[in-house]
C-alpha cells in the first residue's frame, strides 16, 4: 500500500513553479498580497447591519407576499399554526444566530486581509508554518490556475453548507402556510448557489451576484418564518 501511495504522489500533478504569488485572478492582474498580522480594529457595525437589515426586508417581502398574494389560503392556513407559533419563531432566532457566528469573523477580516487582496480574501484561514527552519511564515490557498479553482470551489462549498442551516430547518415549516413562495425562495437560493461556486472559480468577487441572491432567498424565508410567528 505505501509503494502504490508513492506512486499516486510521484504522479501527482505538481504546483506551478513562480517567485510571485498573485491574488487578482487566475490571469495574476494584481500584485502579491500577505495577510497582515497587526493589531486590526474590529468592525462590528457589519455585523450588526448584516444580521439585522436581511431579516427586515424578508419580512416586508413575506408582508407583500401575504397581502398581495393567495391572502384568503393564507390566513386559512395561518389560523391553523397555534402554538406552533414558537417552533417558528426558533428558527429565525436559528437563522439570525448562522448569521451573527458567520459574520463575527468579518470583524478581524479586513484588517488582515483588505479589500484589494484579490483572491486572499477567499481564504477562511491563516495558518502559519512551524518548526526549524519553518520561519514562521503564513500559508494560504494556492489561487493559481487549476488548484486556485479547485480551491475556491470548494470554498464556495463549504460557504453554502455554513449558511444553509435555516434553509433546512424552516422549509417545511414555512411551506405549511406559504407553499408556493417557498418553492420559489428555494428555487433562487439553488441559483444563487450555483451563481456563487462558479462565479468563484473565476475568482474573488465574481460570486457576488451568487452571494446576494442566495442570501436574498435565506432573508426572504426567514422573512416568511417570522411572519407566521408573529401572526400567528
Not at 18 to 38: C, F, V
Not at 143 to 166: C, F, P, Q, T, W
Not at 172 to 191: E, G, K, R, S
Request: charged content about 15%.
Amino acid at each position: 500500500q505505501r509503494s502504490t501511495f508513492s506512486g499516486l504522489l510521484q504522479h501527482a500533478p505538481k504546483p506551478p513553479e513562480r517567485t510571485t504569488t498573485t491574488m487578482g485572478s487566475d490571469n495574476g492582474d494584481k500584485p502579491t498580497a500577505a495577510p497582515e498580522t497587526g493589531d486590526a480594529k474590529a468592525e462590528l457595525a457589519p455585523v450588526v447591519v448584516f444580521t439585522s437589515v436581511p431579516l427586515l426586508i424578508g419580512y416586508g417581502v413575506a408582508t407583500l407576499v401575504f397581502k398581495y398574494g393567495a391572502h384568503a389560503t393564507y390566513a386559512a392556513k395561518l389560523a391553523l399554526i397555534g402554538d406552533l407559533k414558537w417552533a417558528y419563531a426558533s428558527c429565525v432566532v436559528l437563522g439570525r444566530c448562522i448569521v451573527v457566528v458567520n459574520m463575527l469573523p468579518t470583524m478581524y477580516k479586513n484588517g488582515i486581509m483588505k479589500l484589494g487582496s484579490g483572491n486572499l480574501r477567499a481564504n477562511p484561514f491563516v495558518y502559519k508554518s512551524v518548526g526549524d527552519g519553518a520561519g514562521g511564515h503564513h500559508v494560504v490557498f494556492d489561487d493559481a490556475g487549476v488548484v486556485g479553482k479547485y480551491n475556491r470551489a470548494n470554498r464556495s462549498l463549504h460557504h453554502m453548507v455554513e449558511n444553509m442551516g435555516v434553509l433546512c430547518a424552516g422549509l417545511y415549516m414555512a411551506a405549511q402556510v406559504f407553499p408556493f413562495p417557498v418553492f420559489v425562495t428555494t428555487c433562487l437560493f439553488a441559483a444563487g448557489r450555483v451563481m456563487h461556486s462558479i462565479g468563484y472559480t473565476k475568482g474573488y468577487g465574481v460570486h457576488a451576484l451568487g452571494f446576494l441572491t442566495s442570501t436574498t432567498a435565506t432573508a426572504t424565508l426567514e422573512g416568511l418564518l417570522a411572519f407566521v410567528a408573529l401572526n400567528a
